[in-house]
T-cell receptor
Framework: DTAVSQTPKYLVTQMGNDKSIKCEQNLGHDTMYWYKQDSKKFLKIMFSYNNKELIINETVPNRFSPKSPDKAHLNLHINSLELGDSAVYFC????????????FGPGTRLTVL | GQNIDQPTEMTATEGAIVQINCTYQTSGFNGLFWYQQHAGEAPTFLSYNVLDGLEEKGRFSSFLSRSKGYSYLLLKELQMKDSASYLCALSGSARQLTFGSGTQLTVLP
């Protein structure tokens, strides 16, 4: 009955590699997000998709490319990984309208060696 | 832009009451959220305020003053399991959240 799921939970990889993180929500929400939480625990928005359309793209290197094949999925592909990409990446979703509670996935801990 | 300030750490005793403050500056206000995050886990929703005043939910209450750019989260009858990071967040025009750096609360026996 997982509401927002992410795979993988842990990802350890070498600098320069390309990797993907998958996110799925079964809540019927229309908006999905990617957040990055760094080593100092600061949680920052990266992308937001509403009905499969990109609506927020914060100052994120273009090595990061989100893809939303349908409203229930938002994947994150990262090219040419760098040491500074090491962080926990959280996917979240919400339903339209202000005050909509965002439900977060369990997070993907990415470690770049 | 948006700027959010909250204390880095707080300590309180089991059974006590603790108030976690959050001050903010924003060019457009769309609501203020409080989230709880236990170590190694995802943030979970606690409360949402868009109008001035107090919202109460069991042991947790949240207050908002838009004119002062100020909110607080009040936790009553503290329990050990309340030890966590508490995140104040502003909602943007596209419903994305801008988080403060979080307040790490430690509840002592």
């Amino acid at each position: 009955d997982t509401a927002v799921s992410q795979t993988p939970k842990y990802l350890v990889t070498q600098m320069g590699n390309d990797k993907s993180i998958k996110c799925e929500q079964n809540l019927g929400h229309d908006t999905m997000y990617w957040y990055k939480q760094d080593s100092k625990k600061f949680l920052k928005i990266m992308f937001s998709y509403n009905n499969k359309e990109l609506i927020i793209n914060e100052t994120v290197p273009n090595r990061f490319s989100p893809k939303s094949p349908d409203k229930a999925h938002l994947n994150l592909h990262i090219n040419s990984l760098e040491l500074g990409d090491s962080a926990v990446y959280f996917c979240a979703s919400s339903l339209g309208g202000p005050g909509g509670e965002q439900f977060f996935g369990p997070g993907t801990r990415l470690t770049v060696l | 832009g948006q700027n959010i300030d909250q204390p880095t750490e707080m300590t309180a005793t089991e059974g006590a009451i603790v108030q976690i403050n959050c001050t903010y500056q924003t060019s457009g206000f769309n609501g203020l959220f409080w989230y709880q995050q236990h170590a190694g886990e995802a943030p979970t929703f606690l409360s949402y305020n868009v109008l001035d005043g107090l919202e109460e939910k069991g042991r947790f209450s949240s207050f908002l003053s838009r004119s002062k750019g100020y909110s607080y989260l009040l936790l009553k009858e503290l329990q050990m399991k309340d030890s966590a990071s508490y995140l104040c967040a502003l909602s943007g025009s596209a419903r994305q959240l801008t988080f403060g750096s979080g307040t790490q609360l430690t509840v002592l026996p």
